[in-house]
C-alpha cells in the first residue's frame, strides 16, 4: 500500500487540437509543499491509472497510461518521486550496447519502481540506452523529475547525449521543446507560448 507522499498531481484539461500539447511544471509552497501540476493532449481515448504495490526490490507505485502500462506517461512512487514526460521533435539519441536498454516509456516505470529521489533517478538514467521510436509508440520525448525535496530535474537526449538541467529555484517547466538547446524547433505550435506563460 502507498504511504502518503507530499508530490499532489493536478491535472489539467486543455482543449487544444494541436498534438503533443504537454506542459509540465512544479511549484512549491510557503509551507515546504510540493506541487505538480500538468496537462495531457497525447490521445482523445483517456487514459488508464494503475495501482502498483511495492515488490521485494520495487517501490509502490500509481502511473498513468495510454498505451498499456509498461510504458506509462508520469507517475509518482511512494518515497515522493514524480517523473513525466513530453514529447520533443526527432534529434540523434545516444545509443550504448553496454548499458541496460528499455524503451522512453518504460524508463518512467523503471525510474519509478528503483529510485526514490531525483538523484537516484538521474543515475538510473544514466545507466540505460534508452530507445525511442514512434512506430513502437514510444517518442522522442524529455522527462521532468521532482521528489519531495522540492529537487527537480529535466533529462533531455539531444545531439547523441544525455543532458540533465538541475533547477535551483522553486518552479521549473517543461513543454514541448527542448529546454537545453537556444533557438530549439517546437513540436506543438504553441510550445514556447505555454512555456513562457
Same mark, same amino acid.
Given at each position: !500500500?502507498?504511504?502518503?507522499?507530499?508530490?499532489?498531481?493536478?491535472?489539467?484539461?486543455?482543449?487544444?487540437?494541436?498534438?503533443?500539447?504537454?506542459?509540465?511544471? =512544479?511549484?512549491?509552497?510557503?509551507?515546504?509543499?510540493?506541487?505538480?501540476?500538468?496537462?495531457?493532449?497525447?490521445?482523445?481515448?483517456?487514459? #488508464?491509472?494503475?495501482?502498483?504495490?511495492?515488490?521485494?526490490?520495487?517501490?509502490?507505485?500509481?502511473?498513468?497510461?495510454?498505451?498499456?502500462?509498461?510504458?506509462?506517461?508520469?507517475?509518482?512512487?511512494?518515497?515522493?518521486?514524480?517523473?513525466?514526460? *513530453? &514529447? $520533443?521533435?526527432?534529434?540523434?539519441?545516444?545509443?550504448?550496447?553496454?548499458?541496460? !536498454?528499455?524503451?522512453?516509456?518504460? !524508463?518512467?516505470?523503471? *525510474?519509478?519502481?528503483? &529510485?526514490?529521489?531525483?538523484?537516484?533517478? +538521474?543515475?538510473?538514467?544514466?545507466?540505460?540506452?534508452?530507445?525511442?521510436?514512434?512506430?513502437?509508440? #514510444?517518442?522522442? $520525448?524529455?522527462?521532468?523529475?521532482?521528489?519531495?525535496?522540492? #529537487?527537480? *530535474?529535466? +533529462?533531455?537526449?539531444?545531439?547523441?547525449?544525455? $543532458?540533465?538541467?538541475?533547477?535551483?529555484?522553486?518552479?521549473?517547466? !517543461?513543454?514541448? =521543446?527542448?529546454?537545453?538547446?537556444?533557438?530549439? *524547433?517546437?513540436?506543438?505550435?504553441?510550445?514556447?507560448?505555454?512555456?513562457?506563460?
Amino acid at each position: !500500500m502507498l504511504r502518503r507522499i507530499t508530490i499532489l498531481l493536478i491535472f489539467l484539461t486543455c482543449y487544444q487540437s494541436s498534438i503533443f500539447a504537454c506542459s509540465i511544471f =512544479h511549484v512549491t509552497s510557503d509551507k515546504g509543499q510540493v506541487f505538480v501540476g500538468r496537462n495531457f493532449d497525447w490521445t482523445e481515448d483517456g487514459g #488508464n491509472v494503475w495501482f502498483i504495490p511495492r515488490g521485494e526490490k520495487t517501490y509502490g507505485i500509481i502511473i498513468f497510461e495510454q498505451e498499456g502500462k509498461d510504458m506509462p506517461y508520469e507517475g509518482v512512487n511512494e518515497k515522493g518521486l514524480f517523473v513525466g514526460i *513530453a &514529447a $520533443v521533435p526527432d534529434t540523434d539519441t545516444p545509443f550504448s550496447l553496454f548499458k541496460s !536498454m528499455t524503451t522512453s516509456l518504460g !524508463m518512467v516505470k523503471r *525510474a519509478l519502481e528503483r &529510485a526514490s529521489n531525483v538523484n537516484e533517478a +538521474i543515475k538510473l538514467f544514466q545507466e540505460h540506452t534508452l530507445i525511442f521510436g514512434t512506430l513502437l509508440g #514510444n517518442p522522442v $520525448v524529455h522527462f521532468k523529475l521532482v521528489d519531495r525535496e522540492n #529537487n527537480s *530535474a529535466i +533529462i533531455e537526449y539531444v545531439n547523441g547525449e544525455m $543532458v540533465v538541467i538541475k533547477d535551483p529555484i522553486e518552479c521549473q517547466i !517543461m513543454t514541448n =521543446h527542448f529546454i537545453s538547446l537556444e533557438n530549439s *524547433a517546437q513540436l506543438s505550435k504553441t510550445s514556447f507560448k505555454r512555456y513562457e506563460s
